[in-house]
């Protein structure tokens, strides 16, 4: 059987300790192929502009173990990077593509902020099995990352959900899996299948323009932990347990077209 390829991209730069994470975990499970951005593209969703050249470069990416990592950075964004992979680096058929370890939770009603699955979902286009991988952290970090952040807890569910993927076929409609691991989660913490929360979970704030910043900030919202029952914020707030959210390519509201029908059409 021909060694599977796994291609993984970020949204938080080549260099990011989360990707490395990444990548030692899933290299007992196949042949990696690293193709991510040049730079922080946290918030990108699945952005495709056209200020970025998109050319890519090869770059060196040496583990630990001297085991060389073939790895491309791009003037791209993550969406992008995975369209250059898919169609460009990759030899043959990726067989499972994972973005991540992000620097901070993907939850709730801001997925589809997230450049990490923004990644995924473009991924999925591609129908090949996909993982996003988050872990919680202070949103001072979220653009940095954490040096005292301990990876091994996201590193031990990489390898477990992926290797699920590559060996299991996810049923119809769950295109994207998303792990987010609280930050006091260990290797052992258990795991709850999720749904996205309808909460906003970053809640916008104004901008402080007396101090020349334009750009509004983010905060938690308030009392995360009474989020609704068996979704992803409440999994990670109460719970306090890894939050596995299974994301659909679909965004046709689940509404009873009938009725709907029903009320557009009334005169």
């Given amino acids: 059987m021909d060694t599977p390829l796994i291609v993984v991209t970020n949204d ?5 300790a989360g990707l490395r994470a990444a990548v030692e ?34 770059v060196s990416y040496v583990l630990q173990n001297s085991r060389r990592i073939r790895a491309y950075q791009l003037d791209a964004t993550p969406a992008l990077c995975v369209i250059h992979a898919m169609l460009h680096l ?17 939850i709730s009603t801001e997925v589809t902020i997230s450049g990490t699955v923004g990644a995924a979902l473009e991924a ?25 952040e301990d990876y091994s807890a996201a590193k031990a569910f990489t390898h477990r959900f992926a290797n699920r993927l590559l060996s299991e076929k996810m049923p119809f409609d769950a295109d994207v899996l998303s792990i987010n691991l609280p930050r006091t989660a260990t290797a052992d913490t258990p795991w709850e299948l999720t749904r996205l929360s309808r909460h906003r979970y970053f809640v916008p704030t104004p901008a402080d323009r007396a101090s020349g910043n334009p750009r509004p900030g983010y905060r938690v919202m308030d009392s995360p932990e009474k989020a609704e029952i068996g979704s ?3 999994c990670l707030h109460h719970l306090h347990r890894v939050s596995v959210t299974p994301i659909s390519l679909d965004l046709t509201s689940r ?3 009938g009725a709907l029908e029903e009320r557009l059409r009334r005169s």
């Fill in 12 to 16: 938080d730069g080549i260099w990011s």
């Fill in 25 to 58: 975990a899933l290299t007992p499970l196949g042949e990696l192929l690293i193709a991510a951005p040049d730079r922080q593209w946290s918030g990108a969703g699945r952005s495709m502009p056209v200020t970025v050249t998109s050319q890519h470069a090869e």
């Fill in 90 to 106: 990759a030899d043959r058929r990726p067989a499972l593509v994972v973005a991540g370890i992000n620097f901070g939770e993907n």
């Fill in 124 to 148: 999925a286009t591609f129908h090949v099995p996909t993982l996003a991988v988050s872990v919680e952290m202070a949103i001072e970090n979220h653009l940095s990352g954490d040096d005292e």
């Fill in 232 to 234: 992803d914020i409440w």
């Fill in 255 to 257: 509404v009873d077209f």
